[in-house]
């Protein structure tokens, strides 16, 4: 069997294997497994070796240590205090409250770095409110299943940790490179709401600031100062995470790893001083959930690169890589041939998957036709925040249903189609202007 062909069926069965619905870890290793047994048999007694030294890396503490840092973020309540506050500084603007649930969701992004939970946790609170408010469930749910992506993409982000540990690029010029596609996104989400809202025949039911009566009829919302500033104080410790983690990063004070420990510990005093979570109940729910997460996670990751190493042991990555660069379509011809299997394999594999088994075979294609693997971090997760909103996987879809039952799917596709053709206008802006992906990592210090 050729290498080409071999590469082909490695990646075809390892496909094939992730969408019948295994475990992740479980399937990237048996194929690995297999396909070690046989074509190159004598590398299966460095199998455990190439694990444990998988694991044996300190940029891989800042996937627990982020995971810990969001945990207690996730089960207070900051989420309904972070998208009250907003609520009521933004709440006469024209689809206010559409615009207020997604900044919430931006911020709680960058607390978290995860888009099921950023989902959930704003969603809970901002779909009934928008519904109640006048919001169409269309709108209401495809905003917040567009807006929930925000988490992989808007630092710091665990698909970043991922892809940089799997490249061997710096996790903290990834995270900082998706600052500003992240902020174009968000706004160009934002002004997409305040037209609909403003011109639509469904927004005409929705009132500025407006609150609907036991009645059906809607009534004024006014808030004074006092009551605009009166949730501040338990929102800014957060925010103030945030700006230390990404100024830590920027001005190379600190490695990924030492700004998440810091702000893992500023975040579990925050939970127990502002919402009293310091019982032992309490904790126990926090670590479970980090723990969870970053157990699953971290066995991924271990899998992936035993699937990489196999890969690069039977030739199978360098030989796909030159087939892709032999295309004679160009270099941009091969970007939009790369985005759009990129699309497809979000459709049916989670993010933190594709990167691990893809990112290494493309790294290569990349650095050939001379782009920057950082700018191609942010390229690769806008196109997997798309795959997060669009069946059969899109995860964020179904958490919305559970939050909205009685909302067919069919009517929150509608409500994400325009914010899909936004991230697809992101990707095209950062292929077309690549300082939006990259002007900020210049510019970092150390």
């Given at each position: ?122 969603g809970g609170i901002g779909i009934p409110e928008m519904r109640r408010r006048g919001y169409s469930p269309r709108l209401a749910c495809g905003l917040i299943a567009h807006a929930g992506t925000f988490g992989i993409l808007i630092p ?64 004024l919302e006014v808030y004074s100062l006092r009551e605009k500033l009166l949730y501040l104080p338990r929102v800014l410790p957060f925010i103030l995470i945030i700006v230390g983690i990404m100024g830590s990063l920027y001005g190379g ?194």
């Amino acid at each position: 069997m050729s290498e080409q062909l071999l590469g082909v069926a490695v990646f075809g069965s390892a496909l094939v294997i992730l969408m019948s619905g295994i475990p992740i870890w479980a399937g990237l290793a048996g194929i690995s497994l297999f396909w070690a047994l046989l074509f190159s048999p004598e590398i299966l007694p460095t199998v455990p070796l190439v694990l444990y030294s998988s694991m044996d890396s300190f940029a891989l503490l800042a996937i627990p240590l982020f995971i810990l840092l969001s945990a207690p973020i996730a089960l207070s309540r900051a989420s309904s205090d972070l998208y009250e506050a907003l609520h009521r500084w933004l709440y006469r603007l024209p689809g206010g409250l559409g615009i207020s649930t997604m900044l919430a969701c931006g911020v709680f992004a960058a607390l978290c770095g995860s888009s099921p939970a950023t989902a959930a946790a704003i969603g809970g609170i901002g779909i009934p409110e928008m519904r109640r408010r006048g919001y169409s469930p269309r709108l209401a749910c495809g905003l917040i299943a567009h807006a929930g992506t925000f988490g992989i993409l808007i630092p710091p982000s665990i698909t970043m940790i991922l892809y940089g540990i799997a490249t061997e690029t710096s996790i903290g010029k990834c995270f900082i490179a998706g600052v500003l596609p992240g902020l174009l996104e968000i706004l160009l989400s934002c002004l997409w709401v305040g037209f609909y809202v403003t011109f639509s025949k469904d927004g005409r039911s929705i009132r500025r600031g407006g609150r609907m009566k036991e009645g059906g009829e809607p009534s004024l919302e006014v808030y004074s100062l006092r009551e605009k500033l009166l949730y501040l104080p338990r929102v800014l410790p957060f925010i103030l995470i945030i700006v230390g983690i990404m100024g830590s990063l920027y001005g190379g004070w600190a490695t990924p790893s030492e700004a998440a420990g810091v702000g893992a510990v500023l975040s579990l005093v925050f939970v127990m001083v502002l919402y009293g979570m310091y019982r032992w109940r309490d904790l126990r729910e926090i670590l479970l959930k980090a723990l969870n997460e970053s157990t699953m996670i971290l066995m991924i990751m271990a899998a992936a690169l035993l699937f990489s190493f196999v890969c690069s042991d039977l030739y199978v990555t360098q030989s796909l890589a030159n087939l892709i660069l032999g295309l004679p379509v160009g270099k941009w011809g091969i970007i939009v041939l790369i985005n759009l299997l990129l699309l497809v394999l979000g459709f049916f594999i989670p993010p933190a998957a594709v990167i691990l088994m893809v990112a290494p075979m493309l790294l290569p294609v990349i650095k050939g036709l001379g782009f920057d693997p950082v700018w191609f971090a942010v390229i690769m997760t806008v196109n997997l925040e798309i795959g997060l909103v669009t069946p059969p996987v899109g995860l964020n879809l179904y958490i919305v249903k559970g939050i909205a039952p009685d909302v067919p799917l069919s009517q929150v596709l509608i409500g994400v189609l325009p914010f899909v053709i936004i991230e697809m206008i992101v990707i095209a802006a950062v292929c077309v202007f690549p300082g939006l992906a990259l002007w900020l990592p210049s510019k970092m210090i150390g």
